[in-house]
T-cell receptor, first 114, second 111 residues
Framework: EAQVTQNPRYLITVTGKKLTVTCSQN?????MSWYRQDPGLGLRQIYY???????DKGDVPEGYKVSRKEKRNFPLILESPSPNQTSLYFC?????????????FGPGTRLTVT | SQELEQSPQSLIVQEGKNLTINCTSS?????LYWYKQKYGEGLIFLMM?????EEKSHEKITAKLDEKKQQSSLHITASQPSHAGIYLC???????????FGAGTILRVKS
């Protein structure tokens, strides 16, 4: 089954404790990205990657890091989480860049930072 | 950057009634996407529109993109409880590297 998977689905952590949210897709997609969703603000892009070893900042990259060592994986790293990073996070993938392609979303990771 | 405004913010309809959700952009839309989200879950792709005047339907849901490509509407005919959720419109800014999303419309269907 074609899908985007994220782990963990739920995470409660404390300020300053490094964490990683994994994202994996099995569709051989070139393009992957991370969004966060907050009430009243909709989804905002954090980082995106056009291919292996190619990443770039989205609209809200502060406090986050990403890496793209393999085509299928695009982990999101929070080196020192803070309470304002409490949010619902989505990973997405697409066959390529361009507005002709649907973006497939993962199930989401709900992160709470206390 | 592009902003997408959705209206209404929330909607409660009686089962069987029709409804319309609007998505308006400050700029020309290059690829307009409609997604549905159940609370706290992932986004389910509904439809994608690209051409001015384009209209697509899937089951009881119809989406249109106006000729100027700055406004889209999502129409649900004879709503059912299964239609309840959050509807999000997203648009490509023209560079193809991300989608900009509206804040979403919460739909509740009373049976």
């Amino acid at each position: 089954e074609a899908q985007v998977t994220q782990n963990p689905r739920y995470l409660i952590t404390v300020t300053g404790k490094k964490l990683t949210v994994t994202c994996s897709q099995n569709m051989n997609h070139e393009y992957m990205s991370w969004y966060r969703q907050d009430p009243g603000l909709g989804l905002r892009q954090i980082y995106y990657s056009m291919n292996v070893e190619v990443t770039d900042k989205g609209d809200v990259p502060e406090g986050y890091k990403v890496s793209r060592k393999e085509k299928r994986n695009f982990p999101l790293i929070l080196e020192s989480p803070s309470p304002n990073q409490t949010s619902l996070y989505f990973c997405a993938s697409s066959p390529s860049l361009g507005h002709s392609y649907e973006q497939y979303f993962g199930p989401g990771t709900r992160l709470t930072v206390t | 950057s592009q902003e997408l405004e959705q209206s209404p913010q929330s909607l409660i309809v009686q089962e069987g009634k029709n409804l319309t959700i609007n998505c308006t952009s400050s700029k020309t839309l290059y690829g307009l996407y409609w997604y549905k989200q159940k609370y706290g879950e992932g986004l389910i792709f509904l439809m994608m529109l690209q051409k001015g005047g384009e209209e697509k339907s899937h089951e009881k849901i119809t989406a249109k993109l106006d000729e100027k490509k700055q406004q889209s509407s999502l129409h649900i005919t004879a709503s059912q409880p299964s239609h309840a959720g959050i509807y999000l419109c997203g648009a490509d800014e023209g560079y193809g590297n991300k989608l900009v999303f509206g804040a979403g419309t919460i739909l509740r269907v009373k049976s």
